[in-house]
């Protein structure tokens, strides 16, 4: 089940503890016990951001260790130029996408970004905070209409929304334009306050 975070950019904040510095520095050198340390401090929050990301189970628990695998092979090329977490983050997105490219997945819809209907028109808030999904309540009933979002907005909701990314870094990450990554975010937000809402009326009803 998808939930959102305390903190939606905990990841891109987030500074290393003197514990987790000194198991990278470690790890870089060959260590294997350091970045058994690594896997443990960093395996929930890579699973769970492919869980979102995917929607689907075993191929989460998949692209976690195909991740961290990545990790193995890429450790001693990280200069610290960013956080590790950031950077740990942004290894395991490059493999879902790869992933999902694979599969032959089209990950952002053009024709629909370049031609949106009358009722998707962005308004003047477009690519803004969403104050009513950021306030939802039910936090579950949010978790499942992530899950069942279109592949492609789903994707754009959890980088934007959710791992705190900008548009220009998506668009970068998606190979496609800063207009179709908001496109996409404003298509995401109406769907999923639309299944807010029919949840709500069937809560309503029990």
Known sequence: MVSTPPSATFARTASPSSSEADALLRAQAGDHQAFAQLYSLH????YSLCLRM????PEAEDLTQEAFLQLHRKIA?????????T?????????????????????ISLDEAMDPSAEDRPGRSFGSRDLTLAGA??????????DDLPAGY?????????EGYEHNEIASM?????????SQL?????????????SSRQEARR
Not at 137 to 146: E, P, T, W
Not at 154 to 162: A, E, K, S
Not at 186 to 198: E, G, P, Q, T, V
Request: hydrophobic share 50%; proline share 0%.
């Open 43 to 46: 395996k929930r929050r890579i």
């Open 54 to 57: 995917v929607g689907n189970i």
């Open 77 to 85: 090329t990280f200069r610290g130029d960013s956080a590790f977490s």
């Open 87 to 107: 950077w740990l983050h942004r290894l395991a997105i490059n493999v879902v996408l790869m992933h999902l490219r694979k599969k032959g997945l089209s990950l």
């Open 137 to 146: 309540i039910d936090r579950l009933a949010l978790g499942r209409a992530v």
């Open 154 to 162: 789903r994707l754009i909701f959890v980088l934007h929304d959710i």
């Open 174 to 182: 998606l190979e496609c334009s800063v207009g179709n990554s908001k």
């Open 186 to 198: 404003h298509k995401a937000r109406l769907k999923l306050r639309d299944a807010l809402r029919i």
